[in-house]
């Protein structure tokens, strides 16, 4: 089993920046990808960002590419996603999500991922 907490959301005015990290504990060993989602309300969670484990890749949706940036620390099993320029339409709830090394290694799908944190709100004032 991995765990995952995740912190550093919170409300921020259109164009201001937020970090999100989460911390994974338990079999860390087992960590293939570290991935960020979000969900809106009223709408289905979609792909933000996710990172390999190994540092051989990363990936990006098309409505945060160069304006988030996700990044680990191995030595703290901990990744990151920086925010910035951020804008109304980011607000959600942002969830971290493992894939170990059984699942699909498919980082941009939420059905590959074996484990989830519990999600912190974003929220973006215009």
């Known amino acids: 089993q991995v765990q995952l907490v995740e912190s550093g959301g919170g409300l921020v005015q259109a164009g201001g920046s937020l970090r999100l990290s989460c911390a994974a504990s338990?079999?860390?060993?087992?960590?293939?990808?570290m991935g960020w989602f979000r969900q809106a309300p009223g709408k289905e969670r979609e792909f933000v960002s996710a990172h390999i484990w190994s540092g051989l890749g990363t990936y990006y949706s098309d409505s945060v590419k160069g304006r988030f940036t996700i990044s680990i620390d191995r030595a703290k099993d901990t990744v990151y996603l920086q925010m910035n320029s951020l804008k109304p339409e980011d607000t959600a709830v942002y969830y971290c999500a493992v894939q170990d090394y059984s699942g699909s290694n498919s980082p941009l799908s939420a059905s590959g991922y074996n484990y989830w944190g519990q999600g912190t709100q974003v929220t973006v004032s215009s």
């Open positions: 338990g079999r860390t060993f087992s960590i293939n990808i």
